[in-house]
């Protein structure tokens, strides 16, 4: 079985569905990830979850020494044009691993490897999107060639130096894997390694579901280590990204009605802490613990 780290940078205060994501995370038992972050670090946290601890000032330091910049981001959220030199950044901490990755806290992950087998990790890229690569979850085969490919970008300084986030991670990232022919669809670039495959993860977008619906489920389930919704029965996900519960301004048009985005609906009922094993529902109300 050829190993997995998803490494995560994340600062400010964790997310109040963060034991749901843990929980996911330890449902995958054969997967690590490494978390940096500012934020206390959980009590009695997945075997398979380190966190480092740093300060943030010490972070935005230690990045414009590691990667020769002036790194002075306006927001932490800048953090995501990094993703892209996280292989670079971290070659001694992904050393012992067949693949890294970088990924979101926004997301509860179904069965990965389920998804993602000794055949799929043969690729030189692995993303959840058709085209692009997916900043809520890549993975790339951990080769020098890899971690060193945001180098081959014009310019990439620039972009890292820029006080505000850029989308380096998906957009300028993905321009160096891709490049849309009117005939053919994408073509891939730096490396014609790559698998690109849509895993419907994120839901209220513009683009029409797998079953060509341009409404999409709204009710989801995270059980027993599986991501399901009540609409497609027996179809599993590889993981749901919770961005557009959060915020209305990605949602597509057929979706919108009647929903009210978790920011801003006092009346949330998230799972306490220590329920999220018994399985949760996320829907528009928040996530709350399964009853059955």
Known sequence: MKSIVILIDYFGNWPKWFPVFLTSCASNSTVDWIIRTDCKIPENPPKNVKFFLSSYTDYVAAVSQRLGINFKPARSYK???LKAM?????????ASYDYYGFGDLDVIYGDIRKFYTDEV???DVISTHVGMISGHLALFKNTERMRKAYTKILNWKEYLENPNPT???EDIYSNLFFRWHRVRG???IYSR????KEQYSTVFHT???HDGMADHPDIWFWKNGIVTNNRNVGREYLY???MNFQSMRWVNSACRENHIPWKDNPDMLFTRAGEESYGVRIDWSGIQRLTY
């Open 86 to 94: 996280y292989g670079d950044m971290y070659v001694d901490d992904i």
């Open 193 to 196: 390694d790559v698998y690109c």
């Open 207 to 209: 683009m029409p579901w």
């Open 240 to 242: 749901l990204h919770l």
């Open 167 to 169: 989308r380096f991670d």
């Open 121 to 123: 990790l043969s690729f």
């Open 79 to 81: 953090i995501c044009d």
């Open 186 to 188: 994408y073509d891939a």
